[in-house]
């Protein structure tokens, strides 16, 4: 019932920076924990961001703390991942998700976009 689609992957040069968008419709935006998460190739999905339904609370994974920063606008049904000092083990494909729940796990998200590519090179 929620869609979600996302934006602004692009190849970028090491060190650089980009600036995701998932856009949400279909739902109550506002009721839901949002997540990012990036699968590289050949690699597994992994958890990046959460903020919390009113952006109050954001976690990170050890690997972009301090580099990524999570933000959501409510008003417009849409949450960005602002990531800066890009490295080459940053490419991966880049979803966004929903939650009701607390949980960083793949298994807890409700709805899923379909990602956007990210790639960072030497």
């Known amino acids: 019932q929620v869609q979600l689609v996302e934006s602004g992957g692009r190849l970028v040069q090491a060190g650089g920076s980009l600036r995701l968008s998932c856009a949400a419709s279909?739902?109550?935006?506002?009721?839901?924990?949002m997540a990012w998460f990036r699968q590289a190739p050949g690699k597994e999905r992994e958890y990046v961001a959460l903020?919390?339904?009113?952006?109050?609370?954001?976690r990170y994974a050890d690997s972009v703390k301090g580099r990524f920063t999570m933000s959501r606008d409510n008003a417009k049904n849409t949450v960005y991942l602002q990531m800066n000092s890009l490295e080459p083990e940053d490419t991966a494909v880049y979803s966004c998700?929903?939650?009701?729940?607390?949980?960083?796990?793949?298994?807890?998200?409700?709805?899923w976009g379909q990602g956007t590519q990210v790639t960072v090179s030497s």
């Open positions: 903020i919390t339904k009113n952006g109050a609370i954001r």
């Open positions: 998700a929903a939650t009701n729940t607390w949980s960083t796990l793949i298994t807890s998200m409700d709805y």
């Open positions: 279909g739902g109550t935006f506002s009721v839901y924990n």
